[in-house]
């Protein structure tokens, strides 16, 4: 579990303009040891072992830690305004980031049939903020979002289409968030659109994608 405390700044155009303040990971969740880290850049400040069994005791940790800080690395609690989560699978409902409510977590539950290791994952974070830090709002974005203008040829597969639509089986695309933060920080760099650029970027992890 990954969270990031980020300043969003009024004259930015992109997300990842936005000014990271401080990070923190809890690795080994649901083994013993878990791992609480605090990171500088891509650099470990800090390290030590919690007791973390499930997401909901992982997110409880680190909204503690976020209280603890109390005004360390610039961190005060009192002033963060909204947490996002990152669902990866929007289905064809979500093209764009929502406030969560009750129908719109209803909503990422049956799509677990599509992602069910990470969508389960992040409606239990989304549920465990709700329990421990109930006057958060909350907000979920999708990975899948970023595709949602794909024309359909680039989207439907060479099935029956009555099969396909019944089943849901498509072209969704994956690692959204990635690609859109290549693609935003290109156009800073050139100084152009988003509309006006073309290219093809590639997300190299332990699960890699090319867009």
Known sequence: LKADVVEVRPEQRFGCESQTITSAAIENIGKTPATFSRMEGRETAESHDVEAGSFTDATG?????LREQAGVHDVHYADLLLAA???????VRFDKPVMVDAPVEHEIEALQRFAPLHNARSLEVIRALR????????????????YRKMPEVAWRYPLPPDLADRYGIRRYGFHGFSHRSLLERYAIETNRSLHEIRLVSLHLESGCSAT
């Not at 989560?85 to 289905?91: A, E, N």
């Open 85 to 91: 989560v990152r669902v990866v699978h929007g289905g």
């Open 61 to 65: 940790i680190l909204l503690d830690w």
């Open 131 to 146: 329990r421990h830090a109930p006057q958060m709002k909350i907000a979920a974005g999708f990975d899948t979002s970023f």
